[in-house]
């Protein structure tokens, strides 16, 4: 007979994962956290906006937060400006390393153990349980569980060991957080846009304080060549705003790291294995973000696990029902609305901003219904405001490259856009050295290694 050593292995400490393993030791599960490298939290690539529904609904300290953002200015390629200022604040910013060791620590309060510099390279069920195997500390290391949570984050290798590839498309970001920064207002973060600032994604500033900043690009492999440190040191540079607010500023730290922002997110259970996070794909194809949803998933998965070992044998399944009625409606939107971005040419997205920026009526939809944890509720309101004769030209083009390219985005959450992944992702990204989130070529052949 097999004997398990625990309920649950959660593989990968990041926000998927320590939440999977705060929420499964709290319900009394025997859970493993396990992660590759010797600290929590560390290399970081994250600029760690994170919604206050997150707070409010994981009840999340004070003590995290950085910085409060309320407004946000969104500068068009021809130098028109968005600005919007909600009622309320939308986001905290946190420190991701802080945040994700307070993750992980609350884990193993409540009783998790937490398994540092070990590395899981593959998974397979054994006498019906799952088996995970790698190295730990240089030596073989496996270990078993009836299910296991894989939050390994945007280059999983687990899912491939067990026979099942996940097409997915990233994109490669790199940033600086930079101190003497001459911000505007610390509450806004700055968005630049244009097919020269960073094809397929956009620059952003964003406060962490006074004076400080995270300053950062992505940009998608399939619509540039470059690497994003060409186009975060041109912004720096030459870009008219950014370049004035980091005139005296001097870099702190460099962060860079990976967003799977469109691919298939199905399956996200495979046997006995949930995944979460951006393992998953759970990120909006729009902004990036991926930490709400990473903590929400995190949350079902560990507690479909429960009630799975408490004998519901279809718990582990209805986990992937669970998620998308949580934020699948999301992942589909913001799959539509990327799609159609990356369609629309320079002059459509002045329009776009200017239409915002100009016309009170359209800012004031963008005010009250503008949530970036839900970006699906401004869809209806900025439709009927794009309807409205006096706007319709200039909104015309965006709203046909919605119907001829977004619809099909929102059909399959971009998993078509994401067919040929891969191929030129070698070379790509960002510098070596630079890469915080840098990963050796692993197997994918499958089997375990020990
Ligand atoms: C430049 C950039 C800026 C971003 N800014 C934001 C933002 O402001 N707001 C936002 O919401 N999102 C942002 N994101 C996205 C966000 O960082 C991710 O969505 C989030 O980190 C996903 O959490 P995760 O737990 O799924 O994965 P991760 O945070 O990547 O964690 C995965 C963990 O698993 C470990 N691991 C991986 N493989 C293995 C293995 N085989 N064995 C053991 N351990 C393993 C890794 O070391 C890591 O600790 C940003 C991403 C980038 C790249």
């Given at each position: 007979m097999h004997v398990n050593e625990y309920d649950v292995i959660v593989v990968g400490a990041?926000?998927?994962?320590?939440?999977?393993a705060l929420t499964a030791a709290r319900l009394g599960l025997r859970t493993v956290l396990v992660e590759?490298?010797?600290?929590?939290?560390?290399?970081?690539?994250?600029?760690?906006?994170?919604?206050?529904?997150?707070?409010?609904?994981?009840?999340?300290?004070?003590?995290?937060?950085?910085?409060?953002?309320?407004a946000g200015a969104f500068y068009a390629p021809n130098g028109a400006v968005a600005r919007v200022r909600r009622s309320t604040p939308d986001s905290h910013v946190v420190d991701r390393a802080v945040f994700d060791r307070w993750l992980a620590y609350g884990a193993q309060s409540a009783g998790a153990e937490l398994l540092l510099?070990?590395?899981?390279?593959?998974?397979?069920?054994?006498?019906?349980?799952?088996?995970?195997?790698?190295?730990?500390?240089?030596k073989?290391?496996?270990?078993?569980?009836?299910?296991?949570?894989?939050?390994?984050?945007?280059?999983?290798?687990?899912?491939?060991?067990?026979?099942?590839?996940?097409?997915?498309?990233?994109?490669?970001?790199?940033?600086?957080?930079?101190?003497?920064?001459?911000?505007?207002?610390?509450?806004c973060p700055e968005i630049y846009l244009g097919s020269a600032v960073s094809p397929g994604f956009f620059a952003w500033l964003m406060p962490i304080g006074p004076r400080r900043?995270?300053?950062?690009?992505?940009?998608?492999?399939?619509?540039?060549?470059?690497?994003?440190?060409?186009?975060?040191?041109?912004?720096m540079r030459e870009h008219p705003v950014a370049s004035r607010r980091l005139k005296h500023a001097r870099i702190e730290r460099k962060l860079a790291g990976p967003i799977p922002v469109l691919g298939a997110r199905r399956p996200t259970v495979i046997q006995n294995m949930l995944l979460v996070g951006d393992?998953?794909?759970?990120?909006?194809?729009?902004?990036?973000?991926?930490?709400?949803?990473?903590?929400?998933?995190?949350?079902?998965?560990?507690?479909a696990a429960a009630n799975y070992i408490g004998g519901n044998t279809e718990?582990?399944?209805?986990?992937?029902?669970?998620?998308?009625?949580?934020?699948?409606?999301?992942?589909?939107?913001?799959?539509?609305?990327?799609?159609?971005?990356?369609?629309?040419?320079?002059?459509?997205?002045?329009?776009?901003?200017?239409?915002?920026?100009?016309?009170?009526?359209?800012?004031?939809?963008?005010?009250?219904?503008?949530?970036?944890?839900?970006?699906?509720?401004?869809?209806?309101p900025l439709l009927r405001q794009s309807l409205h004769p006096s706007r319709f030209a200039v909104m015309s083009g965006a709203m046909f490259k919605a119907l001829r390219f977004g619809?099909?985005?929102?059909?399959?959450?971009?998993?078509?856009?994401?067919?040929?992944?891969?191929?030129?992702?070698?070379?790509?990204g960002t510098r070596k050295g630079e890469d915080s989130d840098q990963r050796e070529p692993i197997g994918r052949s499958g089997g375990l290694t020990p």
């Open positions: 990041g926000p998927a994962g320590g939440m999977a590759e490298h010797p600290e929590v939290g560390s290399p970081t690539h994250c600029s760690g906006k994170l919604q206050l529904h997150a707070f409010r609904e994981f009840n999340l300290p004070d003590h995290l937060v950085l910085n409060t953002l309320q510099e070990t590395r899981l390279r593959g998974a397979e069920r054994l006498n019906g349980a799952m088996r995970v195997a790698g190295e730990r500390t240089g073989t290391f496996s270990g078993s569980a009836p299910v296991i949570i894989d939050a390994e984050g945007a280059r999983p290798v687990l899912p491939a060991t067990l026979g099942v590839t996940l097409p997915r498309r990233l994109v490669y970001g790199l940033q600086y957080q930079m101190s003497d920064v001459d911000l505007e207002a610390v509450d900043a995270r300053v950062g690009v992505c940009v998608d492999q399939f619509l540039s060549g470059r690497a994003p440190i060409h186009y975060l040191d041109r912004v393992t998953a794909g759970q990120v909006k194809a729009t902004s990036g973000g991926g930490i709400y949803f990473s903590l929400i998933a995190g949350q079902l998965a560990a507690q718990a582990l399944r209805d986990y992937e029902g669970g998620w998308r009625r949580r934020f699948g409606r999301e992942l589909s939107v913001t799959a539509f609305a990327r799609a159609t971005l990356n369609r629309m040419t320079d002059e459509e997205l002045n329009g776009l901003i200017s239409a915002i920026g100009t016309n009170d009526s359209v800012r004031a939809a963008v005010e009250t219904h503008g949530d970036t944890a839900y970006q699906s509720r401004l869809i209806f619809l099909r985005a929102l059909w399959d959450d971009g998993a078509h856009l994401a067919r040929h992944d891969g191929n030129r992702a070698s070379g790509f």
